[in-house]
Structure formats: structure tokens, C-alpha cells
């Protein structure tokens, strides 16, 4: 098991940027793949980018291009730079392990669910 923490979130205008942090609690060496979901209000929570371990990346049709999902198995902790942000991309995101996302990605998890509190993000003028 792994606890999840989210950072980063924020207010910003359309066409910012902002970087997410999901710090884990133990290393991650061994964890795949990793990824971040987000939940928009009366909306589903849907995939938005996933990291296998050897550096195998997955991306929603809609943030490819604007965002990049990295590891850093040295400091335990997935990163997502998301530019040219848009109103659309306003949501809760969370840090997110486990078997649905290892699904989504075509891969065998390494590790049980688990999800952070998640972090706001609001992109508006």
C-alpha cells in the first residue's frame, strides 16, 4: 500500500501553466504504472495521463500536446505539467495507483488502489 499526496494546484488564467506534484510514501521504484485522473463538477472522473515504470506514457485525447505526466523515482513522486491550459481543463485532479488505471494503460498493476485527496485546479480569466 501507498499513501498519495497531491500539490500544485491552483488558480490560472486560459494559457497558463501549472505543474501537479503527487508525492508517494514510500519509494516508487516498483510501482506501475502511476497516473493522474481528474473529476470535473457533474462529470465523471476520466483518465488523464498514466506512467509505467520503464517510462510508457498514456495521455486523453484531449491534453495531448499540453500536457507530460514524468516520474522521479529519486524524491518518490509523478509530476504532471499541464500548458496552454484551458476552462475545460478546471477540475479536481487525482494521484491515482492501482488496477484501473494499470487497465486503462494495458498493463499488470504492481500495487493495490490507492488515491490522493486530489487538488483543484481553475483555469479561468
Known amino acids: 500500500q501507498v499513501q498519495l499526496v497531491e500539490s500544485g494546484g491552483g488558480l490560472v488564467q486560459p494559457g497558463g501553466s501549472l505543474r501537479l506534484s503527487c508525492a508517494a510514501s514510500r519509494s516508487i521504484t516498483s510501482i506501475s504504472p502511476m497516473g493522474w485522473y481528474r473529476q470535473a463538477p457533474g462529470k465523471q472522473r476520466e483518465l488523464v495521463a498514466g506512467?509505467?515504470?520503464?517510462?510508457?506514457?498514456k495521455y486523453a485525447d484531449s491534453v495531448k500536446g499540453r500536457f507530460t505526466i514524468s516520474r522521479d523515482n529519486a524524491k518518490n513522486t509523478v509530476y504532471l505539467q499541464m500548458n496552454s491550459l484551458k476552462p475545460e481543463d478546471t477540475a479536481v485532479y487525482y494521484c491515482?495507483?492501482?488496477?484501473?488505471?494499470?487497465?486503462?494503460?494495458?498493463?499488470?498493476?504492481?500495487?493495490?488502489?490507492?488515491w490522493g485527496q486530489g487538488t483543484q485546479v481553475t483555469v479561468s480569466s
Open positions: 491515482n495507483v492501482g488496477r484501473m488505471l494499470a487497465q486503462a494503460m494495458g498493463v499488470f498493476p504492481t500495487i493495490s488502489d490507492s
Open positions: 506512467i509505467t515504470r520503464g517510462g510508457s506514457t
